[in-house]
Structures are given as structure tokens and as C-alpha cells.
């Protein structure tokens, strides 16, 4: 006898029901269910992905279900350092000069 995953014959039933179009859409909405049901997953996930660069601060927070300011306090307490890129000063005063009309 096939081993099967423990929810092959479920995810087969509801792909029989024709709720779901593919395995891929019952995963994604499986996946939705989680993170909705779980703050403490959603704020890992959002840290991972904030310290991957995956995405920026506003949106991580988004993600955790926090705004900003909470976020880069959890941030702070987990040592994770927020980098803040800017261009050079000297691009940024170029940039001024044009806005200005004085280059």
C-alpha cells in the first residue's frame, strides 16, 4: 500500500466538492487560515521576513498585525537592528539644488 501525506484524502475530497480549483489553491487558503488564526506565527514570519530583506519595516509590521512603532520596540528587544539606507549626502544635496532650480 502508498504511503499518502495525512491530508492527501482530505485535500482529495475537497478538490472532489469543486470548492477548490487545484491542491496549490486549497494550500494557499490553508496557509491564509494559519496566519490569520495565529499572532505568534504571523510575528515570527514578519521578523524573517524583515531580516531577510524580504520587506520593510511598514509592511512586517503589517504582517505582525502591529503598527510601527510597536514592531521596532519587539525589533529592539530581540537585538535585530533596523538599517536605515539613504543616499549620500551628496546626492541628496544635488537633488535639493534641482528641485530648488539652482544647478
Given amino acids: 500500500m502508498m504511503q499518502t501525506s495525512f ?3 482530505e485535500i482529495d475530497a475537497l478538490l472532489r466538492t469543486g470548492l477548490y480549483q487545484s491542491r496549490e489553491e ?3 487558503d ?3 487560515n494559519l496566519l490569520l488564526n495565529n499572532k505568534a506565527l504571523r510575528l515570527e514570519l514578519a521578523i524573517e ?3 531577510a530583506d524580504e520587506v520593510y519595516l511598514g509592511r512586517a509590521a ?3 498585525g502591529s503598527d510601527r512603532w510597536e514592531f521596532r520596540e ?3 528587544e530581540r537585538h535585530i537592528p533596523i538599517v536605515i539606507e539613504a543616499e549620500p549626502a551628496e546626492a541628496m544635496d ?3 539644488a ?3 532650480g539652482k544647478e
Fill in 62 to 64: 503589517e504582517i505582525a
Fill in 26 to 28: 486549497i494550500i494557499a
Fill in 7 to 9: 491530508a492527501e484524502p
Fill in 98 to 100: 534641482r528641485f530648488f
Fill in 30 to 32: 490553508a496557509f491564509r
Fill in 74 to 76: 519587539i525589533l529592539h
Fill in 94 to 96: 544635488r537633488d535639493l
Fill in 49 to 51: 521576513l524583515f531580516r
